[in-house]
């Protein structure tokens, strides 16, 4: 992952975010190269995690939010739609993410504090 990361950055891509699905995500960009484990959710249907990820992640990034929280908070919402079946009925809205806005914003600063430490 990282390698692959690392090939794409070369190129030229600014942001590369890969999605191994339960092992969370990494990023790579000029100022970070790490992982972010996935939420704890029990599984009953994978599909769609992807594109409750990305969603989420665009949504969080269009209202100004740094790249850290956005992430923090997409795996949130690919956490959440594993729990229900199918795709479409498992997408979250904001009403459901916001049920868990203090876990994401504990996590983001975990990270962020880690981080000042390295």
């Known amino acids: 992952v990282e390698e692959k990361a690392e090939i794409l ?12 699905g339960p092992k969370g995500c990494y ?3 000029h100022k970070y190269a790490m992982f972010f484990p996935a ?5 009953v249907d994978t599909t769609g995690a992807a594109d409750a990820f990305i ?10 939010n740094d790249i850290i929280y956005a992430i923090c908070f997409a795996t949130y919402a690919a ?3 594993i729990t229900r ?8 809205d904001r009403v459901g993410l916001d049920i868990y806005r203090e876990e994401i914003s504990a996590q983001y600063e975990k990270i962020i504090k880690t981080k000042r430490m390295e």
């Not at 969603?55 to 100004?64: F, M, P, T």
């Open 9 to 20: 950055i070369k190129k030229g891509v600014k942001n590369v975010i890969i999605t191994p």
């Open 27 to 29: 990023l790579r960009n």
């Open 39 to 43: 939420a704890d959710f029990h599984p």
């Open 55 to 64: 969603s989420a992640l665009a949504v969080c990034l269009s209202e100004g």
């Open 79 to 81: 956490g959440i739609s």
């Open 85 to 92: 079946q199918g795709v479409q009925p498992a997408m979250v």
